[in-house]
């Protein structure tokens, strides 16, 4: 076996060796086999750097599912093997890793605002359904970290910098310190060399004095430990560049004054020892006021637990100590990730029973926490996502609840945009407005200065109350006139539904008796406000039907109306002037005097401010020749001449239904909402209680009448709707 395959696997059984590892090694052959004939930048293999990914979560003792997706992470990406396959080869749960590592790889880091960089950390959790994903995001970038010298310097800067603002911060969220000091460093290395030289420089001029400074304190602590019987290891600390720069850079302190230079961590079994541990270092050595710290008693947002102090070491020198137990240091190296350690000899929980695990644990230590960061609401909210993030074509990051569209992205960059919105694309593709947004989507809105602005059914897809907020707005100001059209167009549907003669509009009395309780001045208010779909006015709608149908029940016309003389009631006269509006068969009607169009001339219409559609010929030089502005345009309704018939045909259809109350109203309601005229309507009731109800209408077309057919059969009840030929 190869060796590269043999050491990985060597780590692999040293944490669990119960573990099956042949996805691991099928992992590595097929990976291997797919990245054959690629090459690093530096020259090297490229199956190189998955193998030394999948090493640095081996050594973090993360599961075979995390490692085969380490080895596999870069194919899907580089060669032509696609997320199927993977799926088919290795399952589901090595497919969604590699997949969710593929998606982060995508996520282009453009912007330096700081809100932007918090958005670009949040969506990254946001994004990974699975916190592994991110433990390998972040192990991936570390190897690239690692051989970044290979790399031309302003690829060296970016990576650099990207790491500083979005990985590390990461790393630091889920407790992998690690893995974010080591990223720290290394971006410092390439974003401010002269400045990490300096560093390396002055603490390798007190390199003896720190050894022995070290050693002697190491050697202090072993000796005293062993007299009191504890267990320990004790260690000298690692040296952060990362943290040592920012203080003398950024705090302005000189080398000496940085205690992290001289620091020792004693690692022992349990809690208990811990404290008698610390108990110990403070009778020794003098502490220095204000430096203790009991994260065990306290631990830090994201699971860290130690005890620190400082203290006056053996050659008056001031030392920083670190006390845990190795559980406490595992998860301080590791974080999230070590709750993916195999526990030898037990049975695995499930990845989710992890992730839960981990959250629950933050929890309840946030319970305890009287200064928690945000960092707990940001990692709560963002791994149970209530929210979405986007991309403007631009690259910045727009953050949305979940389940948003493209309506309310649109209105969360600007009102104009979305006033103006004709479509969205998104990651390049067209879709429609009710599109629900996903993570990490690229939205662009399409705008258009002719665009009416924006509708009721808006209102209906908008997720966000800013979006709705503004078409309300809208509709309110801009739309007046057309609303006003709209509503009372509404109005009378509505009235013909519940089987009120549209007559009743006239009754002042009805009307004036409750417009004002509604807060309606005038009765083109209220229809206005029911255009763009006010609830007062729906309010004001149901009142005044309620007040009809006690009239119309007080003049005993309920109970002896026919559907015939309803119909005689309700269908609104032809028009004095001869002109129909296409879809409004109640507006009022002016034939503009200034081209007098007679029938047979080809017509338009002009929704005037208040005066009602003015008729024009479709020629006329007012009309062909003046300049609209598109709100204007925007005026321009189809009209034709009462008579003139377009290719319209009557079609007999005859429905049974068991009799019920309101069938028929409900029968009227489907067609009149088609907008489809009803010629003639009989109902008998036939033997079993049977309706049967024969109903012509004039459609324009085949599709016109199999829609009302199709619409017919849904009605409650209905059990057919057939055709008959006249
Ligand atoms: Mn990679």
Redesign the pocket.
């Given at each position: 076996m190869e060796k590269a395959l043999e050491n990985l696997l060597q780590k692999l059984k040293k944490h669990n060796p119960s573990a099956d590892l042949d996805p691991v090694i099928k992992a590595f052959e097929f990976s291997k086999a797919k990245h054959e004939g690629q090459f690093r930048v530096s020259g090297e293999p490229f199956f190189s750097?998955?193998v030394a990914?999948a090493n640095i979560l081996a050594d973090m003792a993360l599961d075979v599912s995390s490692i085969a997706a380490a080895l596999l992470?870069?194919v899907v990406?580089d060669t032509d093997v696609t997320e199927a396959e993977i799926a088919a080869e290795f399952g589901e749960t090595v497919e969604l890793l590699v997949s969710g590592?593929t998606k982060l790889?995508k996520i282009p880091y453009t912007s330096n605002e700081d809100q932007q960089i918090e958005n670009l950390r949040k969506m990254f959790l946001a994004m990974a359904n699975d916190v592994r994903v991110i433990v390998i995001k972040l192990a991936?970038?570390l190897?690239?970290l690692r051989t970044l010298k290979s790399m031309p310097e302003p690829k060296q800067r970016e990576k650099a910098r990207e790491t500083l603002e979005v990985f590390a911060p990461l790393a630091h969220r889920l407790g992998m310190s690690k893995i974010k000091m080591e990223l720290e460093d290394l971006s410092l290395k390439y974003i401010d060399p002269i400045g990490y030289y300096e560093i390396v420089d002055k603490i390798s001029q007190k390199q003896g004095e720190r050894e022995k400074n070290i050693a002697d304190m190491i050697s202090l602590l072993n000796s005293r430990l062993e007299t009191l019987g504890i267990e320990a290891h004790v260690e000298g600390r690692a040296k952060h560049f990362y943290s040592i720069y920012r203080k003398m850079f950024i705090q302005n302190k000189t080398i000496d004054e940085i205690y992290d230079l001289f620091a020792v961590r004693v690692i022992v079994n349990t809690d208990a020892d811990c404290y008698a541990v610390l108990g110990m270092v403070h009778e020794l050595f003098k502490p220095i006021p204000g430096r203790f710290k009991d994260y065990i008693a306290m631990p830090k947002p994201n699971m860290y637990q130690s005890l620190h102090s400082s203290v006056i070491g053996p050659n008056g020198v001031p030392f920083e100590i670190q006390i845990r137990t190795w559980a406490m240091h595992n998860t301080a190296e590791n974080g999230i990730a070590a709750h993916w350690k195999y526990k030898e000899g037990k049975v695995g929980k499930s990845d989710l029973d992890s992730k839960l695990e981990w959250i629950k644990q933050l929890l309840e230590i946030q319970k305890d926490l009287t200064n928690a960061e945000d960092f707990m609401q940001t990692l709560k909210i963002d791994m149970f996502s209530d929210e979405v993030f986007v991309f403007t074509p631009k690259g910045d990051v727009v953050s949305l609840p979940a389940g948003a569209t493209p309506i309310d992205f649109a209105y969360a960059i600007h009102s104009a945009i979305g006033n103006k919105m004709q479509g969205a694309k998104v990651n390049g593709k067209i879709v429609t407005l009710d599109y629900k947004l996903k993570n990490g989507d690229i939205v662009e809105i399409n705008t258009s200065n002719a665009v009416h602005g924006p509708n009721l059914d808006w209102l209906k897809i908008a997720k966000t109350s800013q979006a709705r907020n503004k078409i309300n707005q809208w509709l309110k100001k801009e739309n007046r006139s057309e609303n006003i059209l709209k509503g009372k167009e509404q109005f009378e549907r509505e009235l013909k539904k519940a089987l009120i003669p549209v007559s009743y509009m006239n009754d002042t009395d009805l009307f004036g008796k409750i417009l004002s309780k509604y807060g309606f001045a005038q009765t083109e208010d209220m229809f206005a406000t029911l255009g763009y779909g006010g609830s007062n006015a729906t309010k004001f709608l149901t009142k005044f039907k309620e007040l009809c149908k006690q009239d119309m029940a007080s003049k005993n016309e309920i109970s002896d109306i026919s559907p015939e003389q309803f119909l005689l009631k309700t269908t609104s006269k032809a028009n004095q002037s001869g002109v129909v509006v296409d879809g409004i068969d109640n507006c009022l009607i002016r034939i503009s005097h200034c081209c007098s169009p007679v029938p047979g001339d080809k017509i338009i219409g002009y929704v005037t401010r208040g005066r009602g559609v003015a008729v024009h010929r479709a020629d006329c030089i007012n009309i062909t020749n003046a300049h609209f502005s598109p709100e204007e345009q925007m005026r321009f309704i189809n009209v034709h001449w009462a008579n003139e018939v377009e290719s319209s045909f009557q079609a007999m259809l005859c429905i049974t239904a068991p009799d019920r109350n309101s069938l028929l109203a409900d029968i009227i309601s489907v067609i009149s909402d088609l907008k489809i005229p009803i010629k003639s309507l009989n109902a008998r009731t036939a033997k079993n209680n049977l309706a049967i109800v024969e109903l012509s209408i004039e459609v324009k077309n085949i599709e016109n009448l199999e829609t009302a057919i199709n619409k017919l059969k849904n009605i409650k009840g209905v059990l057919a709707v057939a055709r008959r030929r006249q």
């Open positions: 750097h998955p990914v992470h870069d990406e590592v790889g991936d970038r190897h690239n």
